[in-house]
């Protein structure tokens, strides 16, 4: 069974540029999750959906970043502008809907 | 924030076992004990989860103490690949759960 895939795996952008990352999740699979990971940290939730509907969405910097889920399938995740603190590693997540979550390889942003 | 206390960091020989301790005083009594590990660069790896019970699969034991108020992950003979941060934490299982990661505990294993 394929894992969850996630492109591209690093990302170096300049502070105030524009980037989306894309996920494509488990098949069958109708809860994902977007994650942000700061050096040092553990992972801290951005953004859930249920099939093409958010779940919760509380964490997520609305003024700079979106996300969406079109057709309940893949989803992409988009920071605009970026700023310096923006650098982390971004993962996504799937999961049967109330199941265990398994993660995709993660993107590396660098914000220079 | 976290719902969980884990030792920072730990050290195992190869071949020997590592026991991973996890408090989680305050765990509900609809709450399970997941363990994730984190290899360097890659994403969060599911090891094994339980209610009350204990757990093995193939990866990994899960032992849930008789008050549920802490537990331990038990590797059975850990190889050098076994290094990675490990994660435990407390999830309802429904949905609209997340997991709330803390910063895990670093398991160095050497030769």
């Known amino acids: 069974e394929a894992g969850v895939a996630q492109s591209p795996r690093y990302k170096i952008i300049e502070k105030r540029q524009s980037v989306a990352f894309w996920c494509n999740p488990i098949s069958g699979h109708a809860t994902l999750y977007w994650y942000q990971q700061i050096l040092g940290q553990g992972p801290k939730l951005l953004i859930q959906f249920q099939n093409n509907g958010v779940v919760d969405d509380s964490q997520l910097p609305k003024d700079r970043f979106s996300a969406e889920r079109l057709k309940g399938v893949d989803s992409t995740l988009k920071i605009q502008p970026a700023k310096l603190e923006d650098s982390a590693v971004y993962l996504c997540?799937?999961?049967?809907?109330?199941?265990?979550?398994?993660f995709g390889p993660g993107t590396r942003l660098t914000v220079l | 924030d976290a719902k969980t206390t884990q030792p920072t960091s730990m050290d195992c020989a190869e071949g020997r076992a590592a026991n991973l301790p996890c408090n989680h005083s305050t765990i509900s009594g609809n709450e399970y004990v997941y363990w994730y590990r984190q290899i360097h660069s890659q994403g969060p790896q599911y090891i094994i989860h339980g209610l009350k019970n204990n757990e093995t699969n193939e990866m990994a034991s899960l032992i849930i103490t008789e008050d549920r108020k802490s537990s331990t992950l038990i590797l059975p003979h850990a190889t050098l690949r076994d290094t990675a941060v490990y994660y435990c934490?407390?999830?309802?299982?429904?949905?609209?759960?997340?997991?709330?990661f803390g910063k895990g505990t670093t398991l160095s294993v050497s030769s």
């Open positions: 997540a799937s999961s049967l809907s109330t199941g265990t979550q398994y």
């Open positions: 934490i407390v999830r309802v299982v429904q949905a609209g759960t997340a997991l709330i």
